[in-house]
């Protein structure tokens, strides 16, 4: 069984006991619960459920393994040649990292 949520505003497709890497949630804690009702699709033993935009009744339950974990660091080089202008800025993504416990509809 699997299904395709919205998190955050991008679009997962995930299955019991499966953890992800999602875009930083506010105010949640280690081992908190958190419901997603924004499920676009459910295959249920090859019986798929296509939502409207979503599927009603159904929802993903997962749980917060890690609130706050750090993405790999990117840098981002500018140079314009012959001004002597150059700049080097670096980016890390904050993630919440979240593991699926049920899917249910």
Do not use: W
């Not at 299904?3 to 955050?8: D, N, R």
């Not at 890497?21 to 499920?39: C, P, Q, W």
């Not at 676009?40 to 090859?46: E, F, I």
């Not at 140079?79 to 980016?91: F, T």
């Amino acid at each position: 069984m699997f299904a395709v949520v919205e998190i955050q505003g991008q679009q997962f497709k995930v299955e019991e006991g499966r953890r992800l890497f999602v875009h930083h949630i506010k105010d949640v804690e280690s081992g908190a619960k958190i419901d997603f009702d924004r499920v676009m699709l459910v295959n249920k033993d090859g019986n798929v459920s296509v939502g409207m935009p979503t599927v009603e009744g159904a929802k993903v339950v997962c749980e917060v393994l890690s609130p706050l974990v750090k993405g790999e660091k990117v840098l981002v080089f500018h140079k314009k040649r012959r001004n002597d202008y150059r700049k080097l800025n670096g980016h890390r993504q904050q993630f919440t990292e979240i593991e699926v416990k049920q899917i249910v509809g």
